[in-house]
């Protein structure tokens, strides 16, 4: 009988790599990659079985995450890297960014250290120091984000919802509460975690969270200012802030990012309270619930509940709603123009799969002067200079005038295999003095094999 034998952990290593990144390795495993502007890729935390190698391609942002994204710069103010150094020091790896505002005024340090945890599992402490070399913070920034954190697979959006991993994000409290905010991108958050009594300090933490699976814990070990955090309410990433006071001193803010097993995470969601919505404040985030397959306007999207689906969101004037204004019972979606052209474009956006065809269709009627039509686009989230100008790509229905009701269908907005992090946008285009009313649109995602090179055009 053969004995599977465990391979040992024989420590960290570190390689530089053509285009200013880096890539750190357990023994032959692919653990993490570090691009030029202070982004880092967590790969694995698992230093003995991670992800086959991949070649780099381009720096990790929210649209292009293998592992765990986070960063190694300030956001608020924005700034740039000035020097990025990365070492081996005894079985751990340290990453040193400095890095400045656009004037120069305000310079950050980021200190990241990977090594391996009591419980055989690596883990980063993150050591951020800013300040200001000026008189006062650089206007008009009320608040300082100095770290994002985002786990892949989290928000790509309405095209990938059956992929999602992680359907809530629990956040600690100063009286002990652990808060529980369902995924959902109707209600921003802001205003729930305003009237919280968050007091970030030593311990407090946030977890990405699930059913049955690991959770991604971001924990704060010491800081000499006050923190909060904020959810995005498009891909659901993590704002570390800091609230800006009129003169900025030395800050130190020292994070911990590590997984917590299945057992953990668990206790952590079964002791996690949800957060409350008002029914006031539910009623005026009420938006049409826009997923793949046929949306006929007549259901909300999810604000109290996780709920990955898109909206349109309404005005109340060029933008309706009647969630029962349909000729045939459904509901409907009106747009109603003066001449200028208005656009309404479905929130958030989605990022597509490599190698996929969409498909969309609709049935609507036009009344008056007016011409609508739907137009899918794309655009890539991209640091200047590592991929070069790219070409979006783009599909629209012909215009359709006014006349009786009408069903139709768009040509397919294919993406190639080589374009991993293309960015969808639905939008209306209503053009003229009228309105259109649409009562039905159809989504749908599918495999798609490209016949050749394709790169850019329309």
Not at 79 to 102: M, N
């Amino acid at each position: 009988m053969n004995a599977h034998v465990q391979p040992a952990f024989t420590g960290l290593t570190v390689e530089s790599c053509t285009g200013g990144f880096w890539r750190i390795r357990a023994g032959s495993v692919n653990v993490a990659v570090i691009g030029p502007h202070g982004m880092v890729d967590w790969l694995s935390d698992d230093p003995l079985h991670a992800p086959p190698e991949e070649p780099i391609w381009k720096e990790a942002h929210l649209g292009f995450v293998r592992g765990v994204k986070f960063e190694l710069v300030m956001a608020t103010p924005f700034t740039q890297v000035d020097s990025l150094l990365v070492s081996e020091d005894v079985g751990r790896i340290v990453v040193e960014v400095r890095s400045l505002s656009a004037d120069r005024q305000f310079v950050a340090q980021h200190r990241a250290v990977l090594a391996l945890a009591g419980d055989g599992r690596l883990q980063w402490t993150i050591d951020a120091r800013f300040a200001s070399g000026g008189p006062t913070v650089p206007a008009p920034h009320a608040e300082l984000e100095y770290g994002n954190v985002y786990p892949a697979r989290c928000g790509n959006g309405w095209l990938q919802t059956a992929d999602k991993r992680f359907n809530e994000t629990l956040i600690s409290a100063a009286d002990g509460t652990l808060w529980s905010f369902p995924h959902q991108h109707a209600l921003h958050y802001g205003h729930v975690l305003s009237h919280l009594d968050l007091a970030v300090s030593p311990g407090s933490f946030v977890a990405f969270a699930g059913p049955d699976d690991e959770a991604l814990l971001i924990e704060t070990l010491a800081t000499n200012a006050p923190l909060t955090w904020a959810i995005c309410d498009m891909f659901y990433d993590l704002h570390c802030l800091i609230s800006a006071p009129a003169h900025i001193g030395a800050v130190h803010v020292r994070t911990r990012l590590r997984w917590a097993a299945k057992s953990e995470a668990a206790s952590l969601c079964a002791r996690a309270k949800r957060v409350t919505i008002s029914p006031e404040l539910e009623a005026r985030h009420r938006t049409p619930r826009i997923a793949l397959g046929r949306n006929r306007f007549t259901e909300a999207a999810g604000v109290s509940l996780p709920d990955d689906a898109a909206a349109f969101r309404p005005d109340g004037s060029a933008r309706c709603w009647l969630p029962q204004g349909g000729p045939d019972g459904g509901g409907a979606l009106q747009m109603r123009g003066d001449g200028a052209p208005i656009i309404w474009q479905l929130a958030p956006d989605s990022i597509a799969a490599a190698a996929t065809r969409i498909r969309a269709g609709f049935r609507a009627r036009v009344d008056g002067a007016a011409t609508l039509r739907l137009r899918l686009r794309t655009f890539a989230w991209d640091w200047a200079g590592q991929s070069g100008h790219r070409i979006g790509l783009e599909v629209a229905s012909v215009p359709l005038r006014a006349g009786d009701w009408c069903e139709v269908e768009l040509p397919a907005l294919d993406i190639p295999p080589e374009r991993r992090d293309e960015t969808v946008v639905v939008e209306w285009l209503l053009d003229g003095a009228g309105s259109a009313t649409i009562i039905s649109l159809d989504l749908a995602v599918e495999p798609w094999s490209s016949p050749g090179p394709a790169e850019g055009g329309r």
